[in-house]
């Protein structure tokens, strides 16, 4: 896998410091690091990969959740997930790492939004949604929620190295990582910080349309090329039964087998299927429990075999 070490100081095209061109290259120049990159002292292993590692030892099970297309529902499935996760066991640990640097929405979603992250000696200490569900996101750091994050490549690369290092997750069965759409720094930096940390793989979000698993095919090859198992593929917004009349029709529709026959043609599992429902969309912006609030949505049963065939992925 290739590996990009930036500082956090660096300037846009940074070669990364481990590179041939480290200090070298046009986009060095001016660059304060440019006399010690050129030297060749800091080349070698990145030992932030290393101290990665060791601060994620305690968590079992670490998911990057991804999409190709924004706008598909990776957050909202993401919290779902963390929500059933956390529900089906009390003893179970969850957490999730919300790595959209510019388009935070755990905090939103899982009903946080107005706490507060705290320094401990261990670290940051996450927010807690309930005894055993943690988040922690950028949105907490921001001084007002509208706020915009206008950061370049390494400060980027910074951040999330932060949040995999300096979080006190404690001991957890499950992290749950989300990230922006398509394959940019986040994921780089995501993916490089992980290499060595055992990083379970990825689940990917798409709806059925042809437009959104184009994108999904593009995520897929990222994550072949930088060695991430792919745990599967979601299908969200898959059908819609309304409440009133209970007709079921197809809001997105697959006029190219969806999401199941991509899996098929590309050989990765296919994870299951979750249905439009307005009551999720209202519930999410409300920050609310979808399980205590909608029980009757099919949206349940679907979430749940999904985690199923998760489980069985990460086994395999
Ligand atoms: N299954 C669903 N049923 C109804 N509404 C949904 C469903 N999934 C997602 N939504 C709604 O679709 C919108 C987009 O969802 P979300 O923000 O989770 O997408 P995203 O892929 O994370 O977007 P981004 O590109 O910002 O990362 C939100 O308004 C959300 O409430």
């Given at each position: 896998?290739?590996?990009?070490?930036?500082?956090?100081?660096?300037?846009?095209?940074c070669?990364?410091?481990?590179?041939d061109d480290a200090?070298?290259a046009?986009a060095?120049?001016?660059?304060?690091?440019q006399?010690?990159?050129?030297?060749?002292?800091?080349k070698g292993?990145?030992p932030?990969?290393?101290?990665?590692?060791?601060?994620?030892?305690?968590?079992?099970?670490?998911?990057?959740?991804?999409?190709?297309?924004?706008g598909?529902?990776?957050s909202?499935?993401?919290a779902?997930?963390s929500?059933?996760l956390a529900?089906?066991d009390?003893?179970?640990?969850?957490?999730?790492?919300d790595?959209?640097?510019?388009?935070p929405?755990q905090p939103?979603l899982l009903g946080?939004?107005?706490?507060?992250?705290?320094?401990s000696?261990s670290?940051?200490?996450p927010?807690?949604?309930?005894?055993n569900?943690?988040?922690m996101?950028?949105g907490?750091?921001?001084?007002?929620?509208?706020?915009?994050v206008?950061?370049?490549?390494p400060?980027?690369?910074?951040m999330?190295?932060q949040?995999?290092?300096?979080v006190?997750w404690?001991?957890?069965?499950?992290?749950?990582m989300d990230t922006?759409?398509?394959?940019?720094?986040e994921h780089l930096?995501?993916?490089?910080y992980?290499s060595?940390?055992?990083?379970?793989?990825?689940v990917?979000?798409?709806?059925p349309?042809e437009?959104?698993l184009?994108?999904?095919?593009?995520?897929?090859?990222?994550c072949?090329k930088?060695?991430?198992?792919?745990?599967g593929v979601?299908e969200?917004?898959?059908?819609?039964?309304?409440?009133?009349?209970?007709v079921?029709s197809?809001i997105?529709k697959?006029?190219?087998?969806g999401?199941?026959k991509?899996c098929e043609?590309?050989?990765?599992?296919?994870?299951?299927?979750?249905?439009?429902?307005?009551?999720i969309?209202?519930c999410?912006?409300e920050?609310k429990?979808?399980i205590?609030?909608?029980?009757?949505?099919?949206?349940?049963?679907?979430?749940?075999?999904?985690?199923?065939?998760?489980?069985?992925?990460?086994?395999?």
């Amino acid at each position: 896998m290739s590996e990009v070490q930036v500082p956090n100081n660096a300037p846009e095209h940074c070669p990364g410091t481990q590179s041939d061109d480290a200090g070298k290259a046009s986009a060095c120049a001016g660059c304060p690091n440019q006399g010690i990159c050129a030297s060749g002292a800091v080349k070698g292993p990145n030992p932030d990969i290393q101290l990665v590692k060791e601060r994620l030892e305690q968590v079992q099970n670490k998911i990057l959740i991804l999409s190709g297309k924004g706008g598909v529902g990776k957050s909202t499935v993401t919290a779902m997930l963390s929500r059933s996760l956390a529900a089906a066991d009390a003893n179970r640990n969850v957490a999730v790492l919300d790595i959209d640097i510019c388009g935070p929405s755990q905090p939103r979603l899982l009903g946080v939004l107005n706490e507060q992250v705290h320094q401990s000696g261990s670290g940051w200490s996450p927010v807690y949604v309930e005894d055993n569900l943690s988040v922690m996101s950028i949105g907490f750091l921001l001084g007002s929620q509208d706020a915009a994050v206008i950061w370049r490549g390494p400060k980027k690369n910074g951040m999330i190295k932060q949040f995999l290092c300096e979080v006190d997750w404690g001991n957890l069965d499950f992290l749950l990582m989300d990230t922006p759409p398509g394959t940019s720094d986040e994921h780089l930096s995501a993916s490089t910080y992980l290499s060595e940390a055992n990083l379970s793989g990825a689940v990917i979000v798409t709806t059925p349309q042809e437009v959104a698993l184009l994108d999904v095919r593009k995520e897929i090859d990222f994550c072949k090329k930088v060695n991430i198992k792919i745990l599967g593929v979601i299908e969200n917004m898959s059908g819609f039964v309304c409440p009133s009349c209970k007709v079921e029709s197809e809001i997105f529709k697959a006029n190219t087998g969806g999401a199941r026959k991509m899996c098929e043609d590309l050989n990765v599992p296919f994870l299951g299927q979750l249905p439009l429902d307005p009551r999720i969309a209202r519930c999410c912006d409300e920050g609310k429990d979808f399980i205590t609030e909608i029980p009757d949505s099919p949206a349940i049963k679907a979430i749940n075999l999904i985690i199923e065939n998760i489980l069985k992925s990460i086994k395999v």
